[in-house]
Structures are given as structure tokens and as C-alpha cells.
């Protein structure tokens, strides 16, 4: 029997909502800054495929049409307030996967015994439920027929 009450009920669509809005909103800091002092294609420094994470959704134009983003600021004054290179973009984005990474690790090790335990409770519970059950219906008629044959047989006369 489990001491711990049902877990919390985490709904995984706000995890998934605030995810979409924080990639929005880097999203739009990328595109206010694109161009804003970064290097050339050919410039950029080639980085081991480990360091960095692999987008792989494709955003068509059309899509981004009825986004509301913040007021686009001016190349020049983006220039000067920001200067973002390409290096520094790398660095952030290999810091927020190791963040995110060991965030992850941590609720893994936090989380998952708890869980793993509730579970096995309730298996345990299950199993001995059923176990008592099966033991009733094929056992106890066995048992009973060998009493009820032992009960109508005169026991054997000493000598």
C-alpha cells in the first residue's frame, strides 16, 4: 500500500505552450538581430557536430504572416546596442543544452524513483490480489476433494 497520494497532475500541453512561446521569442530576437554584425557564411568557425544542437523544424513564410512580434528595430541601432557574433551565439546555445540537460538528469533522479515505487506498490497489490484469487479457484478444490476423501474412508485398523 502506497503512503504517497496520487501525483500531482502536470498538464504536458502548458509545458508544451511554454515552450512554443520561449522558441518564439528567441526566434524573434534572432530575426531583429540577423545581420547585425555577424560574420559571413564562409567566416563562420566550424564547431564539432557535439557542440551544437540540430534544428530540424521548418518554418515556412507564410506561417509567420499572423505573428505579432515586438517593434522591429533598426539595423544601425541594433549594431550598436547588441552585438551578437556568431561564437558568442554558439557559447549560449551549448550552455542552455547542458542547462537543460542536467535539469532533465536531476528530475530523472528526483522524480523517478518516487514514481518507480508508486508503481511497484501497486503491482504488489495487484499481484497479490490476483495470486490469492487463482489460488481460490484452483487450489482450494484440490484440497477439498483430498478432506472429503480422507473424511469418507474409514481410517486403516491398527493391528
Known amino acids: 500500500m502506497s503512503r504517497w497520494g496520487a501525483p500531482p497532475r502536470i498538464d504536458p500541453d502548458d509545458d508544451l505552450k511554454a515552450a512554443d512561446e520561449l522558441l518564439d521569442k528567441a526566434n524573434a530576437l534572432l530575426r531583429r538581430h540577423k545581420g547585425a554584425d555577424l560574420p559571413e557564411p564562409d567566416e563562420f568557425v566550424a564547431l564539432d557536430d557535439d557542440e551544437l544542437p540540430v534544428l530540424t523544424d521548418i518554418v515556412d513564410p507564410s506561417e509567420l504572416e499572423g505573428l505579432e ?3 522591429p528595430v533598426p539595423a544601425a541601432a541594433t549594431a550598436e546596442s547588441v552585438p551578437i557574433a556568431a561564437s558568442e ?16 538528469e536531476n ?34 478444490p484440490t484440497l477439498s476433494e483430498h478432506i472429503s476423501r480422507s473424511l469418507e474412508t474409514p481410517p486403516a485398523k491398527r493391528r
Open 69 to 71: 512580434l515586438a517593434e
Open 89 to 104: 551565439l554558439a557559447e549560449q546555445l551549448v550552455s542552455l543544452d547542458t542547462a537543460i540537460s542536467r535539469e532533465v
Open 107 to 140: 528530475w530523472f533522479a528526483t522524480e523517478l524513483p518516487q514514481l518507480l515505487s508508486r508503481e511497484l506498490d501497486k503491482l504488489a497489490d495487484r499481484l497479490q490480489v490476483e495470486a490469492l484469487a487463482h489460488l481460490r479457484a484452483t487450489l482450494l
